[in-house]
């Protein structure tokens, strides 16, 4: 296995198990049996590690959603897919954010970047399934990017909406299983907007 790969592996165990800011660059070397300063030939510190961890949780994501457009004909079952394969991601990610956010202080503004690098993927992504769908004669959309924000941006706002009072700590699968409703109940009602 590459070093690096293994490097963000363990990570990514440690940064979900234990958070942002108990987890130490030692605890990684030595779940790693390497020297601290083998890790820091890979990485310069903690949150370049934690950062390296979220870009490749965000293009497994990615790729997963991509193939999944690529094999599947139908644009509306993509779309229903996609709200099964972001839960999946969006627990990952809530796995190794549950820590305060005063931890993140020195990362705030590269993980704002990170994270705007991933709406725009995710936005080319979204695009292709309403150009599919377009095509197929079974969407009618004026504009397809404004189109593609719009259900990218209301999705994560009911997402953030329903977890707004939650403690990330504590969410179970029924909390999941809600959140699985109404997201479906979205995509349905956005489906019904865009058809022909």
Same mark, same amino acid.
């Given at each position: 296995?590459?070093? &690096?790969? !293994? ?36 990485? $310069?510190?903690?949150?370049? $590690? ?8 965000? !293009? ?7 193939? /999944?457009?690529?094999? &599947? ?17 969006? &627990? ?29 993927? !995710?936005?080319?992504? $979204? &695009?292709?399934?309403? +150009? ?12 397809? +990017? ?8 209301? /999705? ?24 699985? +409703? ?15």
């Amino acid at each position: 296995m590459d070093k &690096t790969l !293994e490097i963000l592996n363990v990570a990514q165990e440690l940064f979900g198990k234990y958070g942002f800011a108990k987890t130490t660059m030692t605890d990684i070397a030595n779940q790693l049996e390497m020297s601290k300063a083998s890790l820091y030939y890979y990485y $310069v510190d903690k949150e370049s $590690v934690y950062l390296a961890v979220i870009a490749k949780e965000q !293009e497994q994501f990615i790729k997963m959603l991509h193939d /999944f457009i690529l094999n &599947t004909q139908n644009p509306e079952e993509i779309l229903y897919e996609y709200v099964q394969i972001r839960i999946k991601y969006f &627990t990952a990610m809530l796995n190794l954010n549950r820590a305060r956010f005063d931890d993140f202080k020195g990362i705030k503004s590269a993980l704002g970047a990170s994270w705007m690098q991933f709406r725009d993927k !995710e936005k080319v992504e $979204v &695009t292709l399934i309403f +150009e599919k769908g377009i095509k197929q004669g079974i969407f009618e959309i004026e504009n397809i +990017e404004k189109t593609a924000l719009l259900f990218l941006d209301a /999705f994560k706002g009911l997402v953030f909406y329903y977890l707004r009072h939650k403690d990330f700590n504590f969410i179970n699968e029924s909390d999941y299983q809600i959140l699985e +409703e109404q997201l479906n109940l979205y995509t349905s009602i956005f489906v019904k907007g865009i058809k022909k």
